[in-house]
């Protein structure tokens, strides 16, 4: 399972960002996703997760209502839109597959995209 992360950037605090994950189709159909984050020192989190069929999302409280979990199934793209960004939520984030719905702790995910920096400035 192999899964590119990519959009990470500088942005002012208030701001958003689009954070892409790209996987195969294989992958969309089998796993469960989520977004994770670990700023610099710092223990990584659980952030939002998503499964398909049928669609559902959870998400951690820090980034409920702000950010949004989605998938473009022609693109075979998961998506983390991030709105009214703080300088709190600068750190790596990282897209993961897992097997099982619902989870939260890190060490029950299966795969793992590298890393993409965002920084919030405020």
């Known amino acids: 399972v192999q899964l590119q992360a990519c959009g990470g950037g500088g942005v002012q605090a208030g701001g958003s960002l689009r954070l892409a994950c790209a996987a195969s189709?294989?992958?969309?159909?089998?796993?469960?996703m989520g977004w994770f984050r670990q700023a610099s020192g710092k223990e990584r989190e659980f952030l939002a997760g998503i499964r398909w069929i049928p669609e559902s999302a959870w998400y951690e409280d820090p980034v409920l209502g702000r950010f949004t979990i989605s998938r473009d199934y022609a693109k075979n793209t998961l998506y983390l839109q991030m709105n009214s960004l703080r300088p709190e939520d600068s750190a790596a984030y990282y897209c993961a597959a897992a097997k099982i719905y619902g989870l939260r702790t890190v060490e029950k995910w299966d795969y793992w995209g590298q890393g993409t920096q965002v920084t919030v400035s405020s």
């Open positions: 189709s294989r992958t969309f159909d089998t796993y469960v």
